[in-house]
């Protein structure tokens, strides 16, 4: 406990309840999330990885918004892509395809309302990008310049913009690549389920409970 003690824990946020809506924040949870957003004010991109770091990159990009910043909502998890089919919307081209050359910016980018008590409060939509297709080797993709030049454009033209991260059982070197191109990384999960020692230097504890 030692080592887990000098990780910062940067806010707490509830777990999400059984049956409730993907992309839908109810009061409590919003406020959660927008006061872990409050907390990351100074970082314009964030990396979210993690046994929960999905859950936290939605709710924190839907805070984000509701803030009134223009967000965009990137799916880093190129080998079990997850968010087009939670949030109902198309899964390609996404990050993947765009990594590879094979689809455009604009082709990658989905508008998507905030839903529940966040939606009457949101200025303005939030974009995603959804991770695509499969990718049987997300290491080198995730590590690519392709892929930097990727979140360097999104850093361009919104600004905020939530990485959802590979999971930590990954390969650590991708994670440490999208790190490197975000401002601060968060671990998302339960204290048990997190681990004492970061993947990457510096990063911070969101515990979800």
């Given at each position: 406990m ?84 939670t ?14 050359g ?5 082709e ?5 309302v ?25 290491g ?13 454009m ?8 939530v ?10 070197a991708?994670?440490?690549?999208l790190?490197?191109a ?28």
């Amino acid at each position: 406990m030692r080592r887990r003690s000098r990780q910062q824990v940067l806010a707490e946020v509830p777990g999400r309840r059984r049956g409730s809506r993907p992309g839908a924040l109810n009061r409590a949870e919003l406020e959660a999330f927008s006061a872990l957003a409050e907390a990351l004010a100074d970082a314009q991109a964030v990396v979210a990885t993690g046994p929960a770091g999905s859950a936290v990159a939605l709710g924190l990009a839907a805070a984000f918004t509701v803030r009134g910043s223009r967000t965009a909502l990137v799916e880093c998890d190129l080998a079990e892509p997850v968010l087009a089919e939670t949030l109902g919307i198309s899964g390609a081209p996404g990050l993947h395809e765009y990594i590879r050359g094979e689809a455009l910016p604009g082709e990658i980018l989905q508008p998507l309302v905030p839903a529940g008590p966040a939606s009457a409060a949101a200025g303005e939509h939030l974009t995603c990008v959804v991770a695509g297709n499969a990718a049987r080797t997300p290491g080198p993709l995730l590590r690519s310049e392709r892929c930097r030049h990727a979140i360097a454009m999104l850093r361009r033209a919104y600004q905020t913009v939530v990485l959802d991260g590979p999971p930590l059982s990954g390969d650590p070197a991708s994670l440490q690549a999208l790190a490197a191109a975000a401002d601060t990384t968060i671990l998302c999960g339960g204290r048990r389920e997190l681990p004492r020692r970061p993947p990457v230097a510096g990063a911070k504890l969101v515990l979800v409970g």
